[in-house]
């Protein structure tokens, strides 16, 4: 979406901790007279980031919305909403792509199946089995890949409702910092909405068009990998 490599046009600051993450946002909450330092997730972004992630990238998300909030950071996760503009061709692409996978995972497990039942046969030479052998680890490769890729887009359509279950059932405590936002198109607007009229310090988001929209409203958290356990550090703009 918008300006293809954004980021690149932007100051930016490398190697920041999560320390001093949170003195940032602490500061940028003070200069807008605020006691209420306010951080928003992108989380379908962080979602197919963490696509891969164990147990799951719900569960990697509420532990990073955990971690900011407490340190005092009030911290709503966003998700997109079930309208997309039609002109949104990333979401039509991605959605057909999951199809063509869904289609071709069908098709390469009938192949791979009938390679398994060759490989059982007694007829078979030394080399015969072995490229047999090769083919069929192969076409699991594919297979799992394929499968993987449609795991993870039903996933993003059913990410909503995951992280308001995760949500609601936090520690009471928790709930006072941690709250949950589906957006009525994309979570986009609803960051850069809180941006504009001074709601929030910062954004985990990958987006290079919030600062275009936004200024110098906008802190943009991205290219990192989670704090928790390995204290990793992250980029902003």
């Not at 890729?149 to 910092?177: C, H, W, Y």
Request: aromatic share 6%.
């Amino acid at each position: 979406m918008g300006l293809a490599s954004g980021g690149q046009m932007l100051y930016s600051a490398q190697g920041i901790t999560h320390d001093g993450l949170l003195t940032i946002v602490r500061h940028r909450a003070a200069a807008r007279e605020s006691t209420e330092p306010s951080i928003y997730f992108d989380c379908n972004w962080l979602a197919m980031k963490w696509a891969k992630a164990s147990p799951t990238p719900v569960t990697k998300i509420i532990q990073l919305a955990t971690a900011f909030a407490l340190n005092g950071v009030y911290v709503t996760l966003t998700v997109d909403g079930k309208l997309r503009h039609h002109s949104k061709k990333a979401t039509i692409n991605r959605d057909a792509a999951a199809e063509q996978a869904r289609y071709d995972s069908i098709l390469s497990r009938a192949k791979l199946q009938g390679l398994v039942q060759q490989s059982r046969s007694g007829t078979l030479s030394e080399n015969e089995q072995e490229e047999l052998k090769n083919k069929i680890e192969s076409l699991e490769k594919k297979v799992q890949s394929k499968e993987d890729r449609v795991r993870q887009r039903g996933m993003i359509r059913n990410l909503s409702e995951a992280l308001q279950e995760a949500t609601s059932s936090l520690d009471p405590d928790l709930l006072k910092f941690i709250k949950f936002v589906e957006a009525k198109t994309q979570a986009d607007c609803v960051i850069c909405h809180a941006a504009v009229h001074d709601f929030c310090d910062a954004a985990v988001a990958n987006d290079g068009d919030f600062p275009m929209v936004a200024g110098d409203k906008m802190l943009l958290i991205n290219n990192f990998c989670s704090w928790y356990p390995t204290q990793q550090s992250c980029r902003c703009h």
